[in-house]
Structures are given as structure tokens and as C-alpha cells.
């Protein structure tokens, strides 16, 4: 259990311990449960960190598409184009 203090760590040998350790039916169902709530807040991350990345995307796309005929105007036309 060397790498607990890693931020990229799982501590899974800690957590199997910890859930080994436990006789008590009232603890083991504590510290499930525990673990249930992690995994639902790192789903909710995850999935709320991909929506906003999405709304990212669609706002650069349309002010693409807003803008876009407009920048025909203004870009420079490649040589021996005119």
C-alpha cells in the first residue's frame, strides 16, 4: 500500500482491506455504500464535465456558421486566385 498518497492511485489494495476487516453486517454496508456514492459522483463528473465540453462545440460551431460567410470577405484570396 505504497502508492496511497499517489493522486493517480486507486488504493485498491486499501479498499479490499478495508471491506476484508469488516465483521460487523451495519459497517460493511456503511462503507459499500460509501464506495457507491464514489463511483456516482465520478459518473457525474465525467458525464458533466462532456456536456460542457459539447457546449463548447456547439458554440464555437455556430458562431462558425455565423461568421463564416463573412470571413470570405475579409481572408486574403490564395495567390493566383482573383
Do not use: W, Y
Not at 476487516?21 to 456516482?40: G, P, R, Y
Not at 458533466?48 to 462558425?64: D, E, P
Amino acid at each position: 500500500m505504497t502508492d496511497m498518497r499517489d493522486s493517480a492511485s486507486s488504493c485498491a489494495e486499501l479498499i479490499e482491506r478495508t471491506a476484508n476487516s469488516l465483521s460487523n453486517d451495519a459497517l460493511e454496508f456503511l462503507f459499500v455504500s460509501v464506495q457507491e456514492n464514489n463511483i456516482n459522483l465520478c459518473i457525474h463528473r465525467a458525464v458533466s464535465g462532456l456536456i460542457s465540453s459539447l457546449f463548447i462545440v456547439i458554440a464555437c460551431s455556430l458562431l462558425i456558421i455565423r461568421i463564416g460567410p463573412n470571413l470570405m470577405k475579409i481572408l486574403p484570396k490564395p495567390m493566383g486566385m482573383h
